[in-house]
């Protein structure tokens, strides 16, 4: 839903439309921190962000927030304070048709098998691990993995290494509709420009990557699968110019979001509510090498 022409005046108002809604009036603030996330922010007031801090000339692919987890948000809300001069969308696809347009085969694979995320912190190439998980006690750190399912290891240099296994898709709790629900196609290494791809592998090996995805046992992913989800995203993408003021609210199960490059300030802001998620979905191996120390 797109809220455009109401007296939503700065980060402050903002603040208070989401909070509205994610506490239905009871006086609550109700937005969520931005825990273990997986792009640079900047925390505005209470629970509201800067959106992802890339370059302007970067495609932020289409993704639903912090599917790479076993737990995310049923609501975010993404305000515009600055339009772009140029582009800067907020493109949207819906999570049910992008769904249908994969082929079965795939999807089954996938369901089978789960979705292995791999994440390297710190080492200069990514953020670093005090950043994501809100701390430097790593006793904090492990707790918070032992918690979520999350696998780790605490590599020389101060640096941390993530596997955490989740789902491809999962069914809406209101709705019983079935949506694909991974970041499958933009933690792949295949989504990195290919030179900059060349250039991280020619510095590290891919198991020291920031990030990457492979099948819940291991095995690789196949890049022409990812091509065809990520044809599946562009063929069921919606676009819209930002004016500022814009309220978009969204249903981050139903539907996914992305970030088109643009040119001059953009300054977007975000909040999410409503924490929900699931254990371990039906046929998905559990998580599995916890290490710590």
């Known amino acids: 839903?797109?809220?455009?022409?109401?007296?939503?005046?700065g980060a402050a108002a903002f603040h208070a439309l989401a909070?509205?809604?994610?506490?239905?009036?009871?006086?609550?603030?109700?937005?969520?921190?931005y825990e273990f996330g997986s792009t640079p922010r900047s925390r505005?007031?209470?629970?509201?962000?800067?959106?992802?801090?890339?370059?302007?000339?970067?495609?932020?692919?289409?993704?639903?927030?912090?599917?790479?987890?076993?737990?995310?948000?049923?609501?975010?809300?993404?305000?515009?304070?600055?339009a772009p001069e140029t582009a800067g969308e907020t493109p949207i696809a819906d999570s049910r048709a992008v769904l249908a347009r994969i082929d079965?085969?795939?999807?089954?694979?996938?369901?089978?098998?789960?979705?292995m995320y791999v994440r390297n912190y710190g080492g200069g190439l990514d953020l670093p691990w005090s950043q994501v998980f809100g701390t430097s006690d790593r006793r904090a750190v492990e707790g918070f993995c032992r918690a979520q399912g999350i696998a780790w290891d605490w590599l020389d240099d101060d640096r941390l290494r993530t596997r955490q296994i989740c789902?491809?898709?999962?069914?809406?709790?209101?709705?019983?509709?079935?949506?694909?629900?991974?970041?499958?196609?933009?933690?792949?290494?295949?989504?990195?420009?290919?030179?900059?791809?060349?250039t991280l592998l020619s510095v590290v090996d891919?198991?020291?990557?920031?990030?990457?995805?492979?099948?819940?046992?291991?095995?690789?992913?196949?890049?022409a699968v990812l091509d065809e989800i990520r044809g599946a995203y562009q063929a069921e993408m919606l676009?819209?110019?930002?004016?500022?003021?814009?309220?978009l609210m969204l249903d981050n199960m139903l539907v996914s979001h992305g970030r088109a490059p643009f040119s001059g300030p953009r300054r977007i802001l975000v909040a999410m509510a409503e924490p929900h998620g699931m254990a371990e979905p039906h046929g998905m191996p559990g998580p599995h090498g916890v290490a710590g120390g």
């Open 167 to 198: 789902q491809s898709e999962a069914v809406h709790p209101q709705t019983g509709e079935a949506v694909w629900f991974n970041q499958a196609h933009l933690f792949h290494v295949s989504a990195l420009d290919p030179d900059l791809r060349e």
């Open 239 to 247: 676009r819209f110019a930002w004016a500022r003021g814009d309220v």
């Open 104 to 115: 079965p085969a795939i999807r089954r694979r996938f369901a089978d098998r789960g979705l």
């Open 19 to 33: 909070r509205g809604f994610a506490d239905g009036g009871g006086g609550g603030d109700g937005l969520l921190d």
């Open 44 to 82: 505005i007031e209470g629970g509201v962000y800067s959106s992802t801090e890339y370059p302007a000339h970067q495609w932020i692919p289409q993704h639903n927030e912090q599917s790479y987890t076993r737990r995310w948000p049923m609501k975010i809300w993404f305000y515009c304070d600055v």
């Open 206 to 223: 891919e198991e020291d990557l920031p990030r990457n995805v492979y099948y819940g046992d291991g095995a690789p992913l196949e890049d």
């Open 1 to 9: 839903m797109l809220f455009r022409g109401f007296t939503v005046a």
